[in-house]
T-cell receptor
């Protein structure tokens, strides 16, 4: 079956602009995660959704970052007033319900964001 | 907070030889230890994981060992093949929940 998909695969924007990154999780997966991966580093947790609600947004770096999942499926990560330091690969992952400690997280290919 | 250290950062082995990657962690409450493989331009893919009630787990050429007392776990790949070349990440969960904390990664190079 289809895996996690993310669009766009690449996004180049100018400093100060607004961007939206989309994630389509595996059908039926109720848990959805966003991570950010800088070059040469492991993924860094941003936010976790269980269904429609953000169960944990403690990883969002500041209030320029926001994510939604209005129908409990597709999620959008929104970044306002982008800065050059936001440049990274943004990864989305999903896992099946029930959520919990041992649920394998299935990752999408990521969106490479470049802020000029 | 939780910290995961991974070594080495780069590992080059001859095809057919074994490769070992090691990670240490700081949170004694961690109880889930996955290993992910990431190929260029792709997202990480789970290759093996281990729970805290198990000391060792094997899946064909891949094995993981866990020492909870010493707070370290290792990935072992035997009979390495060219397709094993990738970046490998260890991870563990924070405060016994879903949030994964990742190592910095090991670039594994298999020399023909």
């Amino acid at each position: 079956g289809a895996g996690v998909s993310q669009t766009p695969s690449n996004k180049v924007t100018e400093k100060g602009k607004y961007v939206e990154l989309r994630c389509d999780p595996i059908s039926g997966h109720t848990a959805l995660y966003w991570y950010r991966q800088s070059l040469g580093q492991g993924p860094e947790f941003l936010i976790y959704f269980q269904g429609t609600g953000a169960a944990d947004d403690s990883g969002l770096p500041n209030d320029r970052f926001f994510a939604v999942r209005p129908e409990g499926s597709v999620s959008t990560l929104k970044i306002q007033r982008t800065e050059r330091g936001d440049s990274a690969v943004y990864l989305c992952a999903s896992s099946p319900y029930p959520g919990g400690t041992y649920n394998e997280q299935f990752f999408g290919p990521g969106t490479r964001l470049t802020v000029l | 907070g939780e910290n995961v250290e991974q070594h080495p950062s780069t590992l080059s082995v001859q095809e057919g030889d074994s490769a070992v990657i090691k990670c240490t962690y700081s949170d004694s409450a961690s109880n889930y230890f996955p290993w992910y493989k990431q190929e260029l331009g792709k997202g990480p893919q789970l290759i093996i994981d281990i729970r805290s009630n198990v000391g060792e787990k094997k899946d064909q050429r891949i094995a993981v060992t866990l020492n909870k007392t010493a707070k370290h776990f290792s990935l072992h790949i035997t009979e390495t093949q060219p397709e094993d070349s990738a970046v490998y990440f260890c991870a563990t969960n924070r405060d016994s929940n879903y949030q994964l904390i990742w190592g910095a990664g090991t670039k594994l190079i298999i020399k023909p």
